[in-house]
């Protein structure tokens, strides 16, 4: 799990070299089908933790909201 802005853009990082790899793996001249699997099952899992993250940073900001709407009525 994602806890900073500063892991959630190495992970962005680290989604982009993936995609290269992966860009470079099927364009290769024999690709190799268990490293594009493995690279791709990678980048899925990427894209899965910086989904969650931006979830949870939408939630909280949207908590947050509704916190300081309470207040406000109180």
Not at 9 to 34: C, W, Y
């Amino acid at each position: 799990m994602i806890n900073s802005d500063a892991e959630y853009d190495a992970i962005l990082e680290q989604i982009h070299d993936e995609v290269k790899r992966l860009t470079e793996l099927t364009e290769s001249k024999s690709p190799n089908g268990f490293d594009i699997i493995n690279s791709h099952k990678k980048l899925s899992l990427l894209h899965d933790d910086a989904f969650q993250y931006q979830c949870a940073r939408l939630f909280d900001a949207n908590v947050a909201k509704d916190d300081e709407a309470e207040a406000k009525r109180k």
